[in-house]
């Protein structure tokens, strides 16, 4: 994948798996959303159809997001809240 928009799709997709291997590991209960869980969803219906995103959205409960800012804390990343 020599292509700049394939290099840039391909780092957005590993940051969803990290960040789901995060929370998974972390036991925090979590949801994707957004255009990554359209994509998905899409993507069961028509490969050909799914687009993608540059960001990842997360869905956390409010009780969660100590657990889940110190288990993303785990892969350096952030979470904003």
Known sequence: MSDPIFRAIAMV???LIRVVDLLQA????FAVCGG???????????????RTTKNVDIL????????ASEALAV???????
């Open 36 to 50: 990554w869980a359209v994509a998905g969803w899409v993507a069961t219906i028509d490969e050909d159809a799914t």
């Open 13 to 15: 997709r590993d940051r």
């Open 60 to 67: 956390l409960r409010r009780e969660d997001l100590d657990r």
């Open 75 to 81: 892969g350096d990343f952030t979470l904003l809240r």
């Open 26 to 29: 972390g036991d925090v209960p």
